[in-house]
T-cell receptor
């Protein structure tokens, strides 16, 4: 599976949009982009995934560039409960999920 | 939907004893479940892939005789840490996938194992 690069940490003010970038320049044509987050001492929570089209659900939006070499997870109105480590993972169908170090997002009042 | 339940949420055991952790998919059937381990301040590391009705596939460096995995039904996989030692103290997390290769994995809330 392709590797991803994410910033180590980011800050966001409560109520503002949090935009978390991810670089996956070696992604293959059949690999999906998945986003998970992990709140301290809990299991990872699935957020969203996509192949090449932008996706939106009740939690977030996923913007994938046309060349698919990078993506951005958008939390439209961050709350304090969104403070977590966010993982961007690329995975081929049927493949395993390999977690990197992720981005520690700190949402402040 | 897609709830994965893990039990117990935490356990303390003495060195040399064995501990069993259960992972259940509550509202779906999972032919494949995955077991991860996470040490403090580190990311999740895949330990093994558990397949219903067959032997688990272990990642390199994970001892299959120490970490026994049983996936006897489509909704239950168990991980038994045998002869636990303090270095086995960690956060163990299971996950399962709803049918479909592109479906996301859903994770349990983890089991904190402390070996004294």
């Amino acid at each position: 599976d392709a590797k991803t690069t994410q910033p180590t940490s980011m800050d966001c003010a409560e109520g503002r949009a949090a935009n978390l970038p991810c670089n996956h320049s070696t992604i293959s044509g059949n690999e999906y982009v998945y986003w998970y987050r992990q709140i301290h001492s809990q299991g990872p929570q699935y957020i969203i995934h996509g192949l090449k089209n932008n996706e939106t659900n009740e939690m977030a939006s996923l913007i994938i560039t046309e060349d698919r070499k990078s993506s951005t997870l958008i939390l439209p109105h961050a709350t304090l409960r969104d403070t977590a480590v966010y993982y961007c993972i690329v995975r081929a169908p049927g493949g395993t999920l390999t977690f990197g170090k992720g981005t520690m997002l700190l949402v402040s009042p | 939907g897609a709830v994965v339940s893990q039990h117990p949420s935490w356990v303390i055991c003495k060195s040399g004893t064995s501990v069993k952790i259960e992972c259940r998919s509550l509202d779906f059937q999972a032919t494949t479940m995955f077991w991860y381990r996470q040490f403090p301040k580190q990311s999740l590391m895949l330990m093994a892939t558990s397949n219903e009705g067959s032997k688990a596939t272990y990642e390199q460096g994970v001892e299959k005789d120490k970490f026994l995995i049983n996936h006897a039904s489509l909704t239950l996989s168990t991980l038994t840490v045998t002869s636990a030692h303090p270095e086995d103290s960690s956060f163990y997390i299971c996950s399962a996938r709803v049918a479909g290769d592109n479906s996301p994995l859903h994770f349990g809330n983890g089991t904190r194992l402390t070996v004294t």
